[in-house]
């Protein structure tokens, strides 16, 4: 592009080319430079809306500080982290086969949340009858039921009609919602859609401690699941299929078999982290029971590039930031919402660092010329 | 001459890395003349119609409008010179009307007027002699109208030179003849036309002068009414360059691979093959020639397996003839059965029947290696997905023309790629990534790819390198039939007798090679036979060590030639 002899042509001021390859460390280097930004940016914010600390501006640490003290302060705290940080990446690793397999399931949430549903109506009917033991495992079963189900409807439709799998699972989230609020007018008479906690149908704790269980389950599903991608037959054929159908076609993989038995794991590992919320921690369902976490477990996965053992490391990050801001509110009495746009920044930062990974920017008269026939875009 | 001059280009050279598309082209338009650009295809000719309507820009080399020196760096630029482009493959919006197509972008004065637009599109229509319902959406149109539509949106534009990009390819006999009276109609009116064709008849019937492009560089312009076909194919394909490559007379070649009237219809129920027949006999090259997309992509893949056929037999020989019987592709049952139906014999030549046996002693015999086939096995690969023709024991290796988007994952190591064909190989879950470890290292060791590490994504690796790892891992499973595509495509001339060296190995084991080329002086050289085909059908069978480069050149582009009896 710059290479004309005309002289009125003038080479644009800055114009950006595609890297063909980086270097690890300078990819981290990059995401580093970002999140260091955006903590400066979040200072920023922070100065123009919270008074007490345009009051006496050295209080910008206690601001900073917040996101350590949010997870780590206290053994409560740690536990509820770690416990967090389970349940969202449980939902994320739930989604990484489908998303390596290029089809992206947005519907986790309402996965999740049948899977939920589907342990707790077992607990509702069967939970006085049955011993525990068959009663957990019948929960379990129902929850891995009813979040397959969920995603192998869309599957079975993209499979047969090439439906867009991405509108078709959102959608199934509202299905779900409706179905669950469905059954919650059945189930609590009074007409307060509030079904009180189970009594029956609790995960024991290990080591005295209540969480224990749920992140050691979650922690075997991660390592569980890198294998599977990395080293089993099925998962090479989801990386072959998710990189290219028609390398699949030419090598006889049966896609649309790999499709279905893809999302249907997809859909029941979302059942699992449903149990676990239902079965470990909540003891009921609501319409929020998932609170938003088969979403933002779409940025994890995509944050640790489909890598499960990666996704500890996002999954983590996004809940230091969730736990920091909620710190924040408390320590500087400011609203909800302050935290909110926290945590917004430095996620933008985040996710918009990976421009910057993969692509190369270039100023007019800079040394780094774009050779004939880069693909260069003004 | 008299006329104006319209349009000049003056060394006009673009590259691509070290690929010189065009080289120091000089090119002169006049007014109310059809020049016709007639080349083989990646000579140049697109590369060349895109930097004068703004889609690239010339590295070297000037370009005069009317006289004026004229600087072209977007379509839009090329409007305001009054170029405007045609091209292959239409750029337009199903859900718009025609109308509604044909405004789209452009800025005028005043309110948005459909009525206006429609009456000035009616007007347009009118002029040239086009039919045309402003108000269809493109979504019902056929491909002819949407070629209007691609039309009339440039001469609404005030278009004065129109190039067109292959306007034929899509068009049946009756459409073609009612575009080149338009063409006709807008010449008169005093327009420049540049259409880009490798149709010789189409040139002929048309055009006024005729550019000849080989290899990026402008051969030489003559008018077509001094011209004849032999003349135009002769510049088209140039003097036969002599390349070099061992070729060997076939070692009993006997029919390996019989393919009897193949018909394949696309999904829109238009014709891509018609009729095919041929036999590929193991120990030669059968060449296949054509003008790319006449339908060499969808012979290859309907023999993979990759294309549901309309009709046609694809029969395999398998060479079994005093080979022993295994178990490798073949059930108990099946061996049984066949063994009912008399096809194996014993080492001594007496009839072998296992009549009364048990199942272990069956087993045992033809473990023993003393159970052999009577005949060659014959095996119908129509209707099979490639993983049944594989589970039949067809050894059928194929080279696509689409490296990294078909043959290859382009973001796996090549360790990974080495498995793709393999992976499924025993009944564990899991991967046994040695076998095609040391594939790997075989394959960079003996055909010398260059790559940083086995497990470097192979997209990163340069063309010729890509190549030698598909073919490296196709060859790597002994194939009776080997069909390549284009598999010297872009490579450098090293990579590419390397290519070729590994094609004549396979043709001295015995294997049936089946190479699809575009460089005539290839297919001379190496294949032993040649198959040209046109716009779906067989137009020719020659003998590669007599036929000439020009016959080859009017069997590929004459479409009147198509369907004369096989050579």
């Known amino acids: 592009m710059s290479l004309h002899h005309a002289s009125e042509v003038r080479e644009p001021l800055m114009h950006l080319s595609k890297r063909s390859a980086i270097h690890p460390a300078k990819a981290w280097a990059i995401r580093l430079a970002a999140i260091v930004l955006g903590l400066a940016v979040c200072g920023l914010v922070a100065f123009l809306l919270i008074e007490k600390i345009q009051e006496k501006p050295e209080k910008i640490w206690d601001f900073y500080n917040a996101f350590i003290k949010g997870s780590f302060s206290t053994s409560r705290k740690f536990w509820k982290f770690l416990k967090n940080l389970a349940i969202l990446l449980g939902i994320a690793l739930a989604l990484t086969p489908a998303f390596r397999m290029r089809f992206w399931n947005t519907g986790a949430e309402g996965q999740t949340l049948m899977g939920v549903l589907g342990a707790i109506a077992v607990d509702f009917y069967w939970g006085e009858a049955l011993p525990e033991p068959l009663l957990l495992a019948l929960m379990l079963l129902a929850a891995l039921l009813c979040g397959g189900i969920w995603a192998l409807i869309p599957a079975l439709c993209k499979a047969k009609w090439n439906t867009n799998e991405t509108l078709f699972t959102l959608m199934m989230n509202y299905v779900a919602t409706f179905v669950v609020s469905y059954f919650l007018v059945i189930w609590v008479p009074n007409g307060s859609s509030s079904l009180p906690k189970m009594k029956t149908g609790k995960l024991p704790s290990v080591g005295g401690n209540d969480y224990l269980l749920i992140i050691l389950v979650v922690l075997i599903l991660t390592v569980g699941l890198y294998i599977y991608l990395n080293y089993s037959k099925h998962g090479y054929e989801i990386n072959v299929v998710g990189e290219s159908v028609r390398t699949a076609q030419y090598v006889g993989i049966n896609v649309r078999k790999v499709i279905i038995r893809t999302m249907l794991l997809s859909g029941m590992l979302c059942g699992l982290t449903g149990y676990l919320i239902a079965a470990g921690l909540d003891q009921t369902v609501t319409t929020n029971s998932v609170g938003g976490q088969g979403f933002t477990a779409i940025m994890v996965s995509w944050l640790g590039k489909f890598n499960p053992l990666a996704m500890i490391v996002t999954s983590g990050l996004i809940q230091l930031l969730n736990q920091g801001a909620a710190q924040i509110s408390q320590d500087f009495n400011v609203s909800g919402a302050l935290p909110d746009v926290i945590t917004g920044i430095i996620l933008f930062f985040i996710i918009g660092s990976e421009f910057f990974i993969n692509y190369q920017i270039h100023f007019r008269g800079g040394k780094h010329a774009v050779q004939a026939g880069g693909e260069a875009v003004k | ?567």
Request: glycine share 8%; net charge neutral.
């Open chain 2, 1 to 567: 001459m008299e006329k104006q001059l319209a349009l000049q280009m003056r060394g006009i050279t673009k590259r691509f890395g070290p690929v010189v598309a065009n080289d120091h082209v000089d090119l002169d338009v006049y007014e109310g003349e059809i020049l016709a650009i007639l080349g083989e295809n990646g000579c140049g000719k697109t590369t060349l119609m895109n930097m004068i309507s703004g889609i690239y820009f010339p590295d070297e080399g000037k370009i005069f409008v009317d006289g004026h020196e004229v600087v072209i760096r977007s379509p839009k630029d090329a409007f305001q010179h009054g170029i405007g482009m045609i091209h292959q493959h239409f750029k337009l919006v199903d859900l718009f009307t025609a109308a509604e197509n044909i405004v789209l972008g452009v800025k005028e004065e005043g309110r948005y007027n459909l009525k206006a637009i429609n009456a000035k599109v009616a007007q347009i229509a009118e002029k040239y002699g086009f039919h045309i319902d402003p108000q269809k959406k493109i979504y019902d149109m056929s491909v002819s109208e949407k070629q209007t539509v691609e039309i009339i949106k440039v001469l609404y534009r005030g278009a004065d030179i129109l190039i067109l990009d292959e306007p034929t390819a899509v068009l049946t006999p009756q459409e073609i003849d009612k575009l080149f009276q338009v063409l006709r109609r807008m010449k008169a009116d005093g327009k420049s036309i540049i259409i880009i064709t490798h149709k010789l008849n189409e040139v002929l019937a048309v055009s006024d002068r005729v550019a000849i492009l080989r290899k990026g560089e402008h051969i030489a312009t003559v008018n077509t009414a001094e011209t004849n076909e032999a003349q135009l194919t002769e510049m088209m394909v140039g003097k036969k360059v002599d390349l070099n490559i061992d070729r060997e007379l076939p070692r009993s070649p006997a029919p390996r691979l019989v393919v009897e009237g193949l018909n394949l219809d696309d999904s829109e129920g238009l014709h891509v093959l018609r009729d095919i027949s041929f036999t590929a006999n193991g120990g030669e090259i059968l060449g296949i020639a054509g003008i790319a997309g006449s339908g060499q992509r969808e012979l290859l893949e309907s023999i993979a397996g990759l294309q549901p056929l309309k009709s046609g037999k694809i029969i395999f020989h398998n060479p079994k003839k005093d080979k022993p019987v295994t178990f490798f592709h073949k059930s108990m049952k099946r061996v049984k059965e066949l063994g009912a139906q008399g096809a194996f014999h014993d080492r001594q030549g007496k009839p072998v029947s296992f009549d009364g046996m048990a199942t272990g002693a069956v087993r045992k015999w033809v473990e023993s290696g003393d159970v052999l086939f009577k005949e060659d096995e014959i095996i119908d690969l129509r209707d099979k997905t490639p993983l049944q023709i594989r589970e039949l024991g067809v050894r059928l290796s194929f080279v696509p023309e689409d490296r990294l988007g078909m043959g290859l994952v382009g973001s796996m190591g090549i360790t990974d790629n080495m498995m793709l064909r393999s992976y499924r190989k025993g009944h564990a879950g899991f991967l046994d990534r040695k076998k095609p470890r040391a594939l790997a290292d075989e394959i960079i060791h003996e055909l010398e790819v260059v790559t940083p590490g086995v497990n470097t994504p192979v997209r990163r690796l340069s063309g010729g390198n890509v190549q030698k790892v598909l073919v490296g891992r196709e060859i790597a499973f002994a194939p009776k039939v080997l069909m390549a595509a284009y598999p010297v495509r872009g490579l450098d001339i090293n990579s590419s007798y390397t290519i070729y060296h590994l094609l004549n190995k396979q043709k001295e084991n015995g294997v049936a090679v089946i190479f699809v080329g575009e460089d005539l002086d290839v297919l001379l050289a190496l294949c032993d036979r040649i198959l040209v085909i046109n716009s779906g059908s067989i137009t020719g069978l020659v003998d590669a060590r007599t036929v000439t480069k020009e016959e080859i050149g009017l069997l590929m582009t004459r479409t009147d030639y198509a369907r004369k009896e096989d050579a």
